[in-house]
């Protein structure tokens, strides 16, 4: 009997996906995406070779990750990395999985920083800390910090910060509590990816989510999911310069509520903007007052 080939074991594992209730399957073509992202990771590949016979050893390892995925395993837990605008940022169980859409939430706290002569940015909730090491490798000279209540998050954006040579400082504790007092009023954009489902929408949430990923980074267990948003809103202007930036993504239900409470808090130039590619979240924008951002 042949060895079976990619394009045949592709096959078989998108029918697989396909057919999983763990997964979600809002994207288009998700399933085939990532069956070749995972054959391509059995092989020990890069990117999937061309068309060709597999190893008894390659293909047991690539049916066992397809099994596991089917369950609602997320790849970046299965593969220990996902790729970060251009970074391979390590992730493992117990941390946050980033999201590609938090990739447009790098995008402009990146283009409000560039150019100033010292900037300093922000990252609460950091998780593995994919945001601010995105900052920190696209601003030059950036003064970078990113928070996160969950030692383990933060010691795994530590390493992700020591392996990819980028100076970001990562520390533990909630929003703001952790930083050096030093910082307040001197901070240009302070970012957020925060937890927001309300606490009755969990149950809701795709098993491949709710299953794997730790609750806390989920929701602040309050009855309308912005508890945490709220706080950091509010301690936010002690934090940023005058004209600095506060960014905050979180779905499209939660824009409008997201923006009020800036607006209420006196932050300026308040919008809800969004990346094309990804129209499953938002970032809402404001500037505290008092200078020109």
């Known amino acids: 009997m042949s060895a079976p080939t990619t394009s045949e074991l592709l096959e078989g594992a998108v029918r697989a996906l396909r057919a999983s209730p763990a997964i979600d399957h809002w994207q288009r073509d998700r399933e085939r995406i990532e069956a070749e992202d995972l054959l391509a990771f059995a092989l020990g590949q ?11 050893a390659a293909r047991r390892r ?24 251009g970074l391979r940022v390590g992730v493992r169980p ?15 706290a990146i283009r409000r920083l560039r150019g100033r002569r010292r900037p300093v940015a922000v990252d609460l909730a950091t998780g593995a ?4 090491l995105a900052i920190a490798h696209e601003v ?16 795994v954006a530590r390493a992700n910060a020591r392996r990819l040579g980028l100076a970001a400082t990562f520390r533990a504790g909630d929003l703001f509590a952790p930083l050096p007092v030093g910082l307040a009023g ?15 929408e969990l149950r809701d949430l795709p098993l491949e989510i709710r299953r794997y990923e730790p609750v806390h980074t ?33 779905s499209p239900d939660r824009a409008r509520a997201v923006a009020g409470l800036l607006r209420r808090s006196g ?27």
């Open 62 to 85: 690539f049916e066992a990750l397809v099994a596991r995925r089917a369950a609602g395993e997320p790849v970046a837990y299965l593969k220990g990395f996902t790729e970060f605008r």
């Open 46 to 56: 890069e990117e999937l070779p061309a068309d060709g016979p597999v190893s008894p």
């Open 267 to 293: 932050f300026r130039d308040v919008r809800s903007t969004r990346d094309r590619s990804f129209a499953v979240t938002r970032v809402i924008t404001g500037r505290r007052g008092g200078g020109d951002g």
């Open 129 to 132: 800390g994919p945001v601010a």
């Open 218 to 250: 989920l929701t602040d267990r309050s009855p309308h999911g912005l508890g945490l948003v709220e706080r950091a809103v509010g301690e936010a202007p002690r934090w940023l310069r005058p004209g600095g930036w506060l960014l905050i993504e979180v």
């Open 186 to 200: 001197r901070v240009d954009v302070v970012t957020l990816h925060p937890p927001y489902v309300p606490r009755r």
């Open 140 to 155: 030059r000279g950036a003064e970078v910090h990113g928070t996160d209540l969950s030692a383990e998050a933060v010691a």
């Open 94 to 108: 117990g941390v946050f999985v980033p999201r590609g859409s938090s990739e447009f939430l790098a995008e402009q």
